[in-house]
């Protein structure tokens, strides 16, 4: 086996293997999406218009993200996270320009779903900050929608 | 037994809930935003009826003053389609706040002809119908979650065959128009707390920095908006400042001139 055959085997395998995984990563994202639009649902109820799109990728126990977000004062938000595994424990706040804590006291924290609600006093930048705080797993999907009213 | 099982896995599974309950750490009062600078993602673009909602709070628009018919011209041109796209979006949540059913239908089979344009027709067509459907049962709401699902289907199309930049100019035609109509109604009956609204600085950014990435499209066009924002950004970046009726004027004559150019040819 000449050595150029060698290299040629094993970036073939390592292509193989990085396209059989893609689908499966996503599909966890999608997973965790699937489990943040559960969580929304009992407020389209309410009149909260839930996007479409959503944010996520994958976290290590206590690693944090923050989302940027433009809110309009007059307006009224829930931003819901959530990841497909259920042992984990995840949070979702809402934070102002200044790095202050803005969100509503009526926020919550049930075990991989977490939800953040804010009513914005100024119209401007604001940033969500999630965390998975437990989880048996490495890294953890999640993934993070918001509704407004 | 069997019921004796079932609550007692019921009481575990409650005592465990509120353990978890009870473990929520309280989240910190503050935090070091810098600090998570590099972590932070770009701002998310919102919707125009997020602003048209906020806006129409504050009472007396009449929305149907707003509602555009006309169709724009036909071009062949990617990035223009694309900023024509997402105006035409924008026109649709215009439309939904003035309760105009025939307009939203047309803005239905309007955007469905722009998405064929741009190759990503294929994932319309569902929602032009549905679109339709809602427009002609005037379910509002459904109409507005239909063209949130449209804009997001598009983009999505395009993120899947790496035209991510085509995506960010429909967001982008989508913003100007949006701001277009929030600048017009401000303009007309000035209060501080519709100027407020106007207040998007990091929107600005995000979408300087965007055009900047762009620089193979070479569209005259392009060039124009960016060179707009650049005019924009210090008359909404107040600080605590109140945005002053004088720069809602000039932002809205600012967008205005670019609405013309987005939906006409030169």
Known sequence: MTPSFQIFRRVSLALVCVVALAPVTRASVDDAQSFALQAAEPYVKDGFQVREDYWGGDLGVAEKKAVRQQ??????????????????????????????????????????????????????????????????????????????? | MILFAKISKLSVALVAGLSLWAQAAEAPKHVDIKQLSKKVDDVVVPLPNEVFGALNKLGGVNWREYVRNDKGSNFTERPRIALLLGAVIADGFIAVQAEDAPTVKEIGARVLALAKGIGVGGSITPHAKAITDAADKRNWVAVRSELDRTQNSVQQAMNEVHDEKLSQLVSLGGWLRGTEVLTAVVNKRYSEEGAELLHQPDLLVYFENKLQSMPEYNLRLLLDIHAALLEVKPLIDTGDAQISPAAVKKINEITTRLGDAITKKS
């Open chain 1, 71 to 149: 809110l309009f004062k007059g307006n009224e938000y829930w931003f819901w996270l959530g990841t497909e595994v259920e042992a984990a424990k995840v949070s979702v706040h809402v934070y102002d320009a200044d790095g202050k804590l803005v969100e509503q006291p009526d926020g919550w924290q049930k075990g991989h779903f977490a939800g953040a609600h804010i009513i914005p006093k100024n119209t401007g930048s604001y940033f969500v900050i999630v965390e998975i705080e437990q989880s048996p797993e490495e890294r953890t999907h999640w993934a993070l929608v918001y509704g407004f009213r």
